[in-house]
């Protein structure tokens, strides 16, 4: 009997352990690996202010891809201990600090173990001893000596392919195009620094003036300092029409480059690196977001939203995706394409299975962009899509994959619309018209979808209703009740888009994003047309029309207060979300299955509009959400569904 009841408890230990790295696992999955805080100055030098751009472009979108978070900030007063411990890692773009207080904080933060990247300017100095710990003994470089000019490619040398951050590169490569840096020390001689790319020969003559390039010589382009958790590159200076402001090139046009960027962010961030984790769809596939490619180039973009296009395309090149796809089914295909003057063809395929064939059309300018649509069916899970260029001479910005619905509109789901300017609606949160100018969708820019009367629908975000105004001004989503200003008509169209009519007979507009949104256009055009994405279910309660005056068909709706539960959607499949009073801030949020054992944990330190637990791994069933902070405590039973 003793022996039996021994066995027992190991036997619940061991389950106890293995809850316990389900939970861990879980919660891994879910949060941020690792965060970064950008600094920057962004004023001095038009290339150096344009790398920024473009940085803030490029980086949210790896941070996205690679789950850690990227937030920046010219702010060079947030460089002290309290801003900095919220980090694991930061970056300085273009600057370095300049007073005694935002460099004793730093230089604190890295020899406490932070980590740190920078790129070509921050390393620029002609008073080296101003600040000899930064530019001695961390950087190692010294003195700024000379630089090429103008602007370009260099030859790499890759000197050590064992560091985390260069171990996948080739030996030489192409680097993107930069104004080249050399400095007063020879790092070579210093024990402490490990070269790890420098300018191969084959580079010379580097620079375009015959009287600022360099013809021979030694020149390290990346290192690391073997005392700190850093690397430096001599990079992030971008080819410039100074006439006109605009940039000619991109820090981020090379593929090979951009792999020692992430690789030696996730070093930094304590992450191994791997391949690039899969990108869901539905969702939208940024095109230079690839595994692998033959025969293309990136370069800087003017379409909305900025970043990098892919182009160069010719015949026989191709592009693969590495994709996670929901749910199997048919989906609409977008493709973001501009060409000069030769219509291409792309094949979109999976193995050697053609997909779909689409003709490109010429728009007349290598950055003047339309968009093309087709329809494919997909597979549900992870696998690669290689995009096929049958005939080129197109530049291409993204793809989107939006799963096919029917044409009656989806009540009872959360949505986001984005509009002809690519850009998402967003509710502003109530507190100001409605605008159609976010780049990504977040909280402001999902919508419950609710059924009214007439088989009419009325739309809601953060619990405040969307309004017309009945055309007499901008749309605002402040209303806390349905009345007849409250009310759409959903009208979907052939190419997949829908437009939302008013109780006025007129129709939304999004003003492309450079106005508030209005409910005053008589016909549809481009500006009255918007895609839209199913985020999720909306919490069951709020399907209901919440009063008796729904079923009778009164134009006045009154919001139930059960739609408004603090844990939502219930049932839910994969997020779900809950909100907390105001003045609630660090609370533990934890899933406990119906046997009690915790499945998924967070511990949250800083308020935030709403919050999520991700739990899609976990099986179906009964789970119970517990919220405890120091004066709050809730519980609430919760329906995981497929």
């Known amino acids: 009997m003793l022996q039996n009841r021994s066995l027992s408890t190991k036997a619940f230990r061991c389950i106890l352990l293995c809850c ?26 038009a290339a150096h202010i344009n790398f920024v751009q473009e940085a803030n472009q490029w980086f949210p979108g790896i941070a996205a891809q690679y789950n850690f978070s990227y937030e920046a900030t ?65 950087l190692g470089s010294g003195n700024f000596q000379s630089n090429t000019w103008g602007p370009t490619t260099a030859i790499l040398r890759c000197e050590d392919q064992t560091h985390p951050s260069t171990q996948q590169l080739p030996q030489t490569f192409t680097s993107a195009v930069s104004e080249w840096y050399s400095w007063s020390n020879d790092l070579r001689n210093n024990s402490n620094i490990n070269i790890l790319c420098s300018i191969d020969p084959a580079s010379f003559p580097l620079g375009t003036d015959p009287n600022q390039s360099w013809y ?4 390290p382009v990346i290192w690391t300092n073997k005392n700190y958790k850093m690397l430096y590159a001599n990079f992030g200076h971008n080819d410039m029409n100074y006439s006109t402001n605009t940039g000619k090139s991109s820090t981020f046009a090379s593929a090979i480059q951009n792999k020692f960027i992430i690789d030696g962010l996730l070093w930094l961030g304590g992450v191994p690196a791997g391949p690039a984790p899969a990108i869901p769809i539905p969702g939208t ?29 010719d015949a026989g090149d191709w592009i693969d995706y590495k994709v996670n796809v929901q749910s199997a089914g048919a989906y609409t295909v977008q ?3 501009a060409s000069q003057t030769t219509a291409g063809t792309i094949q979109l395929k999976k193995d050697t299975t053609v997909l779909a064939t689409t003709t490109l059309p010429v728009t007349g300018a290598w950055q003047t962009w339309t968009t093309v649509n087709t329809t494919v069916n997909l597979s549900a899970g992870e696998q690669t899509l290689r995009l096929q260029v ?29 509009g002809n300017n690519n850009l998402y ?109 199913i985020v999720g279910p909306v919490a069951s309660a709020a399907l209901l029309e919440t009063s008796a005056d729904a079923v009778s068909g009164s134009s006045s709706l009154t919001a139930s207060k059960t739609a408004d539960a603090a844990a939502f959607p219930n049932p839910f499949q994969s997020q779900l979300y809950y909100s907390l009073p105001a003045n609630v801030t660090m ?22 509009t709403r919050y999520v637990l991700e739990a899609g791994k976990l099986p179906t069933g009964t789970y119970i959400l517990e919220i405890s902070a120091k004066n709050y405590h809730k519980r609430y039973k919760v329906q995981k569904t497929q």
Not at 104 to 127: I, K, L, R, S
Not at 287 to 304: K, P, R, Y
Not at 404 to 417: D, E, K, M
């Open 425 to 533: 609606v967003s509710g502003e949160n109530g507190t100001q018209a409605m605008r159609c100018t976010r780049t990504a969708p977040q909280t402001w820019e999902q919508f419950s979808v609710l059924a009214a009367p007439g088989g009419k629908i009325s739309l809601r975000s953060m619990a405040k209703y969307v309004s017309s105004e009945n055309g007499a001004t901008a749309i605002t989503c402040n209303r806390a009740t349905v009345g007849s200003y409250e009310q759409f008509d959903w009208i979907q169209h052939s190419d997949g888009t829908i437009s939302l009519r008013g109780n006025n007979g007129r129709y939304v507009s999004s003003e492309n994003g450079a106005a508030a949104m209005t409910c005053t256009r008589t016909t549809i055009d481009a500006w009255e047309k918007f895609n839209f994405s």
């Open 216 to 219: 021979s010589g030694y020149y």
């Open 285 to 313: 596939v940024q095109a230079e977001n690839f595994t692998t490619m033959s025969g293309i180039q990136t370069e800087t973009t003017t379409d909305t939203g900025g970043g990098l296009n892919v182009g160069y395309t």
């Open 335 to 337: 493709y973001r394409v």
């Open 390 to 418: 049958v005939a080129g001479g197109f530049n291409l910005n993204w793809i989107s994959f939006a799963a096919n619905t029917p044409v009656t509109a989806p009540v009872g789901s959360v949505i986001t619309l984005r």
């Open 587 to 608: 609370h533990a949020a934890t899933l406990y299955d119906i046997s009690g054992r915790a499945q998924v944990r967070n511990i949250v330190k800083m308020q935030q």
């Open 74 to 138: 010219n702010n060079w007063n947030n460089l002290n201990a309290t801003f900095l411990s919220q980090y694991q890692v930061v970056l300085f773009l273009d600057d370095a600090p300049t007073n005694a207080t935002q460099r004793a904080a730093f230089q604190t933060y890295m020899q406490n173990g932070g980590a740190w990247m920078g790129f070509h300017v921050c390393a620029f100095t002609t008073n080296a001893g101003a600040w000899s710990w930064y530019n001695n003994t961390f």
């Open 20 to 45: 316990v790295l389900l939970a861990h696992i879980t919660l891994q999955a879910q949060t941020p690996r690792f965060k970064v805080i950008a600094f920057y100055n962004g004023t001095y030098d």
